[in-house]
């Protein structure tokens, strides 16, 4: 989605961020290593794997938790090591956890400027500039297609995928242009998730550049790009959407030829052994 040179042909735009050969030891345990992707403007890039493939190592080194100890790790180019998740955010890059870090008693509106409230007033007397809070949160989720009850109703009561919505629309606001969104559909049921994967890609045609961690296969596919597979903290595979199949990416996420393996000594037991 880069911009167009004057002759027509499409100008090639650095990736908002790049990892190449992203490797992360803790003591002697590798937790990533060689790792390699890119996020690109008005595209989902997709990271799968299952349980302890290295997809939350992954997340703290964009999100400026950790520091990858090989490789580089680029933002639009300029190669970098984020220090804190507070310097990722001032570079553009917005991480959203599984666990939402939300107080549930709070109403939506606070939740959606926690940490970044506006205020009114001078010196002594300034307070919280509650109605344009209330206003700013109802028509900034309004403009991402999510229209809530009650910005005032407590957002413990919200759906999970409806807490998930709001935090995207959150990002946005606050002028992410990354978005990395850690399993967000993980605890959902199906129509949850396809809310929630439905804003995901509205905040990819807002032109955000997203990460979306998952294991599940076959919700990558409904909106990603492209996709890299971990497995054991290393590249299990890495392609664009016009490249594979659905059923090839989830083939390849299940274990390919392990699985097959597997299928076929399964199929021996079941048969006993021979003369039986």
Same mark, same amino acid.
């Given at each position: 989605?880069?911009?167009?040179?004057?002759?027509?042909?499409?100008?090639?735009?650095?990736?908002?961020?790049e990892?190449?050969?992203?490797?992360?030891?803790?003591?002697?345990?590798?937790?990533?290593?060689?790792?390699?992707?890119?996020?690109?403007a008005?595209?989902?890039?997709?990271?799968?794997?299952?349980?302890?493939?290295?997809?939350?190592?992954?997340?703290?080194?964009?999100?400026?938790?950790?520091?990858?100890?090989?490789?580089?790790? !680029?933002?639009? =180019?300029?190669?970098?090591?984020?220090?804190? *998740?507070?310097? +990722?955010?001032?570079? $553009?890059?917005?991480? @959203?956890?599984?666990?939402?870090?939300?107080?549930?008693?709070?109403?939506v509106?606070?939740?959606?400027?926690?940490?970044?409230?506006?205020?009114?007033?001078?010196?002594?007397?300034?307070?919280?500039?509650?109605?344009?809070?209330?206003?700013?949160?109802?028509?900034?989720?309004?403009?991402?297609?999510?229209?809530?009850?009650?910005?005032?109703?407590?957002?413990?009561?919200?759906?999970?995928?409806?807490?998930?919505?709001?935090?995207?629309?959150?990002?946005?606001?606050?002028?992410?242009?990354?978005?990395?969104l850690d399993?967000?559909?993980?605890?959902?049921?199906?129509?949850?998730?396809?809310?929630?994967?439905?804003?995901?890609?509205?905040?990819?045609d !807002?032109?955000? =550049?997203?990460?979306?961690?998952?294991?599940? *296969?076959?919700h +990558?596919?409904?909106? $990603?790009?492209?996709? @890299?597979?971990?497995?054991?903290?290393?590249?299990?595979?890495?392609?664009t959407?016009d490249?594979?199949?659905?059923?090839?990416?989830?083939?390849?996420?299940?274990?390919?030829?392990?699985?097959?393996?597997?299928?076929?000594?399964?199929?021996?037991?079941?048969?006993?052994?021979?003369?039986?």
């Amino acid at each position: 989605m880069g911009p167009q040179a004057g002759g027509g042909e499409q100008v090639t735009t650095s990736p908002l961020i790049e990892l190449n050969g992203v490797s992360k030891s803790y003591g002697n345990v590798k937790a990533l290593e060689g790792v390699s992707l890119e996020v690109r403007a008005g595209e989902i890039t997709c990271v799968l794997g299952d349980n302890g493939a290295g997809k939350s190592t992954l997340i703290k080194i964009i999100a400026g938790l950790h520091q990858h100890d090989g490789g580089s790790f !680029a933002i639009e =180019g300029e190669e970098t090591r984020l220090g804190s *998740p507070r310097e +990722a955010l001032d570079r $553009g890059i917005a991480t @959203v956890y599984q666990d939402l870090a939300v107080v549930p008693l709070m109403p939506v509106w606070r939740n959606f400027f926690l940490g970044s409230e506006l205020r009114k007033g001078y010196g002594p007397v300034r307070r919280l500039d509650v109605d344009r809070m209330r206003a700013t949160t109802r028509s900034e989720l309004l403009r991402m297609g999510i229209d809530l009850r009650d910005v005032d109703q407590p957002i413990g009561t919200l759906s999970g995928g409806e807490r998930q919505c709001v935090a995207i629309a959150r990002a946005v606001h606050f002028g992410a242009r990354v978005l990395v969104l850690d399993e967000p559909t993980a605890a959902l049921g199906v129509k949850q998730s396809g809310v929630v994967l439905k804003y995901v890609a509205a905040a990819r045609d !807002a032109g955000l =550049g997203v990460v979306l961690i998952t294991h599940n *296969p076959h919700h +990558a596919y409904l909106v $990603g790009d492209r996709f @890299v597979l971990l497995k054991r903290g290393a590249m299990a595979g890495s392609h664009t959407k016009d490249n594979i199949a659905l059923d090839e990416l989830t083939r390849q996420m299940a274990g390919g030829s392990e699985l097959e393996q597997l299928s076929h000594e399964l199929a021996r037991l079941e048969s006993g052994p021979a003369g039986s």
